[in-house]
């Protein structure tokens, strides 16, 4: 029964109107026509839009049944989960890894979250499931069923495929051979190199089989049946791939395979050319010689001598003879069998030839790297490296350190001449083991005493002459005898602590010259190495913003692109500068000039707190010098002294003079690159900054070394290398605390007598010539990007293209090509020949052939060495206009225009950025 009191609400879509008896009910306010009409309008549209909604949720529903329907499923529905009923068959399944992967008779694909603990391979499954964003299938449950599916045979690859990820989650065969097999994570991991001399691993669950049998087939040819996956890094890149393998009948030794590993002899594999962490595993037997390391040794057998790195605790002794198994390091040269494990045997190695006898300062010009040699010189003194006695041999201004596996030698008086039998080994043969430029290394007993001084018998003969004097004169020359053998032992004592003075000074020279010799290695091949990435961005985005196909909301992150690789390839400048590798334009110069005209641009870089001063001697010598790298210098010192102030009021003074500088000056110098004493032009910049501390001025010069909260870390090591280039030195004067102050001394040989020299690029200012007709270029780079991308932009200039990826092959599609190319252009370095070498070749066979030479170092740092051959260099990275206006001037009929610009630095993108990352202060 309804109340009296209240009102019914109207049905929706009914008149909201109330009859005149309602309107008067008691106790009830009236309300207004309009406010129950919004409230069903509102509610109506509310129903209706959720209606919808699900309508179009249930139109998106789907259920897939094959992996090419995943494949091709939108990425937007991907976060939809759509659901899978795919039956399938099953290829990896272990509970103890988290992946399985499965089969649908076409393809296969991974799957998580399988439960099933009896499930393997072979079982055919319905498998039910979601497909997760990463695309791949979240597992809900597996039923066996009977669905005519079965693993397919496995396809036949290289490695250079499954490297480019063209068979990524497919079932494969993949032929290599084993050199290692360790316990990873509840399984074994296979160590394997391919023919091509590729590595990657086989992994095989540990409850599949035991280590012993897989070690039996260590060294062995074989073909793995697995699934391929990625291998990536922790930033997730790729970087190469694994096979998972079923079971242990999925490693097939290869047909005609011998039983054992044969025995290998050293000169066989020192002969092996293949540039490759890994060339094989190999087993050879040898005598040991020498102990390099704790784990590093040189061995010989009849044929040759061979570095062997052990195992830590399978290192034998010296004079025994072992048979060593190990995987073949060419990356070395000589090569290094590296992870070998040792064990005695008895047969007979024949003792090495006679050692070769040079002198010291030969013997550092020659590559004998592993051989046994006799030197002499003078003994200078022992030292301790790493818990390892030695002692300094010198001979005509070449140092030497020896090591000895044994004590050091005792009772030799420095300055004697000795004769050292020993390993000569050369740095760049030790692949890590980076003990200097060169080193002896030998035992006690191969230690010969020449020309020692013979103190007893001069003491014998002093004794008796006293005997005799003071017999006869006792009264007379007592006093005076007592006073000659005290100024005696003084002068000796004297003499000792010299020399070990003088020890220590040459110790300290010896490390800093090492570590200025490793990093500028270093800092230049990294800079090689990004350039070559360089040109690849470079190259690219400009072929795309010539295109003119992007669209303008695009148009700014790449001309972002194009700005931040610019800054890059000028930070690789910078590093080639360190290493002594960039570009320079020498002319003669008048250094106040230069400080003049670029003051101005130093006063806006430093803070306004800091006071400014130039004292520039009118009476200055000229100098051969490059006056953009002179800039650099001045910039990035006066940089460096405005911020040793740290925002205070100081000041920073600029100062030259002429000064001549003596063999003393120059060893006082923290760094010298001089050719010896002489007039220079001294360049001084001072400051009353923070000071600089010991442990900041023994870095200070290093790559990426800086003391401020953020920064590239290349000034002062920019000025290192410009300051090289120019055979220039460096003194450094501060101490630390406040106001203390710091002042560089920066030396430029002087050059009275130079001759003004025009700067290179005035010769190469006009614009070449548009190509009026086709011509054939063919393009050698053992990076198929990098030849791709010249073919791309040298057709957008109207050439034809044709690619090669190696020296032989480019001389053979020479040889049997029909049509005449007009030009080649070949990579510095490639695995099988240098571009100079090619280069040579081809100039030979056709004389009238120009030959473009590109690199990632400059010009002066690639060693390209003989140039008649080379029509041009083209430092990466480039541009398209730069490419086109280097093959059109090679293309010239004058061949002095090609050989003007063989001689033009602007390789490189020019960069406004000075490049003053702080090292020091």
């Not at 649908?104 to 498998?127: A, N, S």
């Not at 012993?212 to 930033?235: F, Q, T, W, Y």
């Not at 570095?307 to 390091?329: A, H, M, N, Y």
């Not at 034809?800 to 599609?813: I, N, P, R, V, W």
Request: net charge negative.
């Amino acid at each position: 029964m309804r109340d009296p009191g209240t009102v019914a609400p109207a049905p929706i879509g009914c008149s909201t109107s109330m009859s005149g008896r309602q309107q008067n009910a008691p106790g009830k306010v009236p309300r207004a026509p309009g406010e129950f009409r919004w409230f069903q309008q509102i509610l109506f549209f509310g129903l209706t839009l959720v209606l919808a909604c699900d309508s179009l949720r249930a139109q998106e529903e789907l259920t897939l049944h094959s992996i090419d329907e995943i494949h091709e499923l939108p990425a937007e529905k991907l976060h939809y989960s759509a659901a899978v009923e795919l039956p399938c068959v099953v290829a990896i399944h272990s509970q103890e890894w988290p992946i399985t992967f499965i089969h649908d008779g076409r393809t296969g694909m991974y799957v998580v979250g399988v439960k099933d603990p009896e499930l393997k391979p072979g079982d055919q499954i319905l498998l039910k499931g979601t497909v997760t964003p990463g695309r791949y299938i979240q597992a809900e449950s597996t039923t066996r069923m009977n669905n005519g599916i079965h693993l397919p045979e496995p396809r036949v690859v290289s490695y250079d495929r499954l490297q480019g990820r063209f068979d990524d989650s497919q079932y494969v065969s993949i032929t290599g051979q084993i050199i290692g097999v360790d316990v990873d994570y509840h399984h074994f991991s296979i160590e394997m190199v391919s023919p091509e001399g590729g590595r990657f691993r086989g992994l095989l669950s540990e409850k599949l089989a035991n280590i012993n049998e897989l070690r039996k087939l260590l060294g062995n040819s074989v073909r793995l049946h697995g699934i391929v996956g990625a291998r990536v890094d922790a930033a997730g890149k790729f970087n190469s791939f694994q096979i998972w393998l079923p079971d242990l009948a999925s490693i097939i030794p290869a047909e005609n395979q011998t039983s054992g590993l044969p025995l290998s002899l050293v000169a066989d594999l020192n002969q092996i050319d293949r540039v490759s962490p890994g060339a094989g595993y190999f087993r050879i037997q040898g005598k040991v010689d020498y102990r390099l390391s704790n784990q590093l040794l040189l061995i010989h057998d009849a044929t040759g001598s061979m570095f062997v790195e052990c195992g830590k605790f399978s290192v034998p002794d010296i004079d025994t003879t072992q048979e060593f198994r190990g995987v073949l390091d060419t990356t070395s040269r000589p090569p290094i069998l590296r992870f070998a494990e040792s064990q005695l045997t008895d047969i007979v190695i024949p003792d090495r030839e006679a050692a070769q006898t040079l002198e010291l300062s030969k013997l550092v010009e020659m590559s004998l790297s592993g051989e046994e040699v006799t030197t002499t010189g003078e003994y200078l003194g022992t030292f301790h490296t790493d818990g390892r006695p030695g002692f300094l041999l010198q001979d005509n201004g070449v140092l030497l350190p020896v090591f000895l596996s044994d004590q050091a030698p005792q009772d030799i008086a420095s300055g004697t001449r000795i004769h050292v039998k020993g390993a000569w080994i050369q740095h760049q043969s030790l692949g890590g083991f980076n003990i200097g430029a060169c080193a002896l290394f030998t035992r006690s007993s191969n230690i010969i005493v020449g020309s020692q001084v013979p103190w007893t018998i001069i003491t014998i003969v002093l004794a008796i002459g006293l005997v005799a004097a003071v017999s006869t004169l006792w009264a007379i020359l007592l006093k005076r005898q007592v006073r000659i053998q005290t100024n005696r032992a003084l002068e000796e004592y004297a003499s000792r602590q010299k020399a070990e003075v003088q020890k220590q000074a040459l110790e300290q020279q010896l490390l800093q010259a090492q570590k200025m010799e490793s990093l500028g290695v270093l800092a230049g091949g990294i800079a090689h190495d990004f350039n070559n990435l360089l040109t690849i961005i470079l190259g690219n985005a400009s072929l795309i913003q010539e295109s003119g196909v992007v669209a303008a909301a695009e148009r700014t992150g790449l001309s972002n692109i194009l700005a931040a690789a610019t800054r890059a390839s000028d930070l690789t400048r910078q590093m080639l500068a360190y290493a002594g590798q960039g570009a320079l334009e020498f002319q003669t110069l008048q250094v106040n000039e230069v400080i003049q005209d670029f003051a101005p641009l130093l006063k806006a870089s430093i803070a306004k707190s800091t006071s400014f001063d130039l004292d520039l001697n009118a009476n200055c010598p000229m100098v051969l010098a490059d006056a953009t790298q002179l800039r650099q210098v001045i910039l990035n010192l006066v940089l460096n002294s405005s911020e040793s102030l740290n925002g205070q009021m100081g000041f920073v003074n600029v100062q030259s003079s002429s000064c001549r500088l003596s063999k003393n000056d120059l060893e006082r110098c923290h760094v010298d690159f001089s050719d010896g004493p002489g007039d220079f032009l001294k360049l001084t910049v001072t400051d009353n900054g923070s000071g600089i501390d010991q442990h900041t001025l023994e870095r200070m010069f290093d790559p990426f070394f800086t003391t401020k909260f953020s920064g590239r870390g290349l000034g002062l090591s920019t000025v290192l290398g410009i300051v090289r280039g120019h055979k220039g030195c460096i003194r450094i004067t501060g101490k630390t605390g406040e106001s203390s102050g710091t002042t560089f001394d920066v030396f430029f040989p002087a050059s009275a007598d130079a001759v003004a020299l025009p700067p290179a690029h005035q010769s190469n200012q006009a614009a070449p010539p548009p190509v009026t007709t086709r011509r054939r270029v063919l393009i050698v780079d053992d990076e198929p990007s990098v030849a791709a991308l010249l073919t791309r932009s040298l057709k957008l200039s109207g050439y034809d293209c044709a690619e090669a990826y190696s020296g032989g092959s480019a001389l053979q599609l020479l040889s049997e090509s029909t049509t005449k190319f007009d030009c080649v252009i070949t990579d510095l370095t490639m695995p099988d020949m240098k571009g100079t070498e090619l280069a040579l070749r081809i100039h030979q066979r056709y004389p009238s052939l120009p030959i473009v030479l590109c690199s990632g170092y400059s010009e002066s740092g690639a060693d390209i060495g003989e140039t008649s051959a080379i029509a041009a260099f083209l430092q990466k990275p480039f541009n398209l206009k730069r490419l086109s206006q280097v093959l059109s001037s090679v293309l010239e009929p004058s061949r002095a225009t090609a050989l003007s610009l063989f001689k033009d630095p602007a390789a490189a993108p020019e960069s406004d950025d000075p490049g003053t990352g702080r090292a020091a202060g």
